[in-house]
Each structure stands twice: as C-alpha cells, then as structure tokens.
C-alpha cells in the first residue's frame, strides 16, 4: 500500500512523503520540485542535502538543494540555472503524486510524476516539459540525482563485438575539460567503469558515455540505487551522444540520464522516464566479475 502525507522537512513547511512498507521519498514543494529524501523506512537519506540552502525559498539565485531534480541539456548558465525557488502545484495519484513548477521566463514549465510500487522498493519518476512560449526550443530531458558522498556509481560500457564484426566504432566516451583521466577515483574495466566519490579530493571529475544497456548504480556501503531509463539508437542525445553522465566533487556524485535531443514546438510536451529501484545487503563490487555477480542481478 502507498501511503502519501504532507510532512515539514528540514525548514521546509509543505513536503510530500511518499512510502510503502519498504522505502520512502520526500518531495519538496515550497521549491522545485525537487525529490530530497530517498531511504529505506527509517534508514539515512541515499541522497545529497546541502544544509546551507535547507528551508530556503523565493528569490532569484539558483540554489543546489540537493536531491533529484529536473534539467534541460546542453547546459548553458543562463537557461539551464533557472531557479527553481518557488511553490509548485499538487496533484495525488492513487500510488504516488504530480508536481508542477510555475512556467520558467523562458516559456517551459517542468512537471515531475513520482510513482511509488505498492509492495517493492521500486519508483517510476516521469519526466515532463511543455513549451508555453511561441518558438521552438532545441533542448533535451535531463534528469540529476545528486547522491550522498561516499559510495561510487557504476556504469556499464556497451556490448562488445569482435573486430570482424565491426569494423566501425561502436560508441564514444565524452570528457570535458577538467575530466582527468588518471584520477584513481576512477576504476576502468572492460565490461564496466567505476567513478567513486571521495571528500578528501579537491578535484571536480565529469564524463558522459552512451549507454545502451540503459542502468547505472550508485553503492554505498551496502546500499544500491539502481536507475535504468531509455536508449534509441536511431535518435542523437546531447554532449557528443550521450545519454548518461555522472559528475563528482568532494561532496556529491551525480547520476544522470539525458533524453535525445529535440526541437519542442510551442505547446508540445515531452517526456523521459526513470526507473528506480533500492536493495541493500550488497557485497562492495569493483572488478567486472563481483559487478557481474552482485549488481547486474539487480537490474
């Protein structure tokens, strides 16, 4: 059964709590919206809080919060940090609830449905934007869940092939400028890549990739968030054909999934849909073989 109350949190008066027997969210709606507690019942927040920005509200600076939240891609400083500062609107569905943000200065206006399973740790989280304005608006769905320090994601390469069966490359791996290749908060396996989290660097790390078999993982200690969401291969994503990225600093580690890229004509809407799901008493996983064994059986 879904159980669905409004609870405060943290300085913030009008939050929505969605559980079940097993896991719970908190949605803000004073702000956002934004997704800032995930959990098993009773156990610590899997996600990312920044207490200096914890019960603000109004104003015209773009505030990390923390917690999962809605963007759009390529990132640009002026459209992509709108501020999400302001009350959203409210509708409850039978297993879970919709929030609505005012309509940005920009004509789009950001929509995210929270669906809680009724009897398994799992979410469905849609994403959705509408052009309110009068003119196309190339962009592409961008979904941010800034997790808790301390844990790494894992993330899986795409399939491999021998050389007689593709002689053409298969995929790319985008960096940016700062992404340090030989930083050893990364692990690079053949099967898949690892990016750890760890407050003692100073040094900011990025990097996208296209993900074809559609999850990624965050563990932290014996906790792990599983997100899967879409791939197309006859559609173009952003960031030199990425659909997935993930970034970390001392205090956060992202896990990212990116729509393709589209023009959103006025009036039209889309969407990009995640699928969560949370398990603990997982064995730590590094090498491709205890990745294999303890996470892949998660997806």
């Not at 097993?22 to 809080?49: Q, S």
């Not at 409850?92 to 609505?100: K, V």
């Amino acid at each position: 059964m879904v159980a669905i109350e409004k609870v405060s949190y943290h300085g913030w008066l009008n939050c929505l709590q969605i559980s079940n027997a097993l896991i719970e969210l908190i949605v803000l709606t004073d702000v956002g919206p934004r997704i800032i507690h995930m959990a098993f019942k009773g156990g610590e927040n899997l996600l990312y809080e920044n207490k200096e920005d914890a019960g603000q509200t109004g104003g015209d600076k773009w505030r990390t919060y923390g917690g999962h939240r809605l963007w759009h891609a390529p990132e640009d400083i002026n459209r992509t940090y709108v501020p999400d500062n302001f009350p959203v609107q409210v509708e409850i569905l039978e297993d879970g609830a919709r929030f609505t943000a005012p309509i940005e200065s920009n004509g789009i206006q950001k929509v995210v449905e929270v669906h809680l399973s009724e009897s398994e740790a799992k979410v469905k989280v849609n994403h959705i934007m509408i052009n309110h304005g009068v003119w196309p608006i190339p962009l592409a769905m961008w979904a941010l869940t800034v997790m808790k320090a301390g844990g790494k994601v894992i993330v899986p390469h795409p399939p491999k092939f021998s050389h007689e069966e593709n002689l053409l490359p298969t995929h790319t791996l985008t960096l940016w400028g700062f992404t340090k290749m030989d930083d050893p908060r990364w692990v690079w396996g053949d099967k898949y890549y690892s990016l750890k989290q760890d407050s003692s660097s100073d040094y900011c790390q990025k990097i996208g990739s296209l993900n074809t078999h559609g999850w990624a993982a965050y563990q932290l200690g014996d906790q792990v968030f599983i997100k899967k969401f879409g791939y197309n291969s006859s559609l173009t994503y952003p960031d030199m054909n990425c659909n997935f990225e993930t970034y970390t600093d001392q205090n956060i580690l992202e896990v990212e999934t990116l729509g393709p890229m589209i023009e959103l004509q006025p009036g039209q809407k889309t969407e990009h849909i995640e699928e969560w799901s949370l398990h603990k008493g997982i064995k730590p996983s590094t090498t491709d073989a205890e990745i294999d064994k303890n996470i892949l059986p998660l997806v």
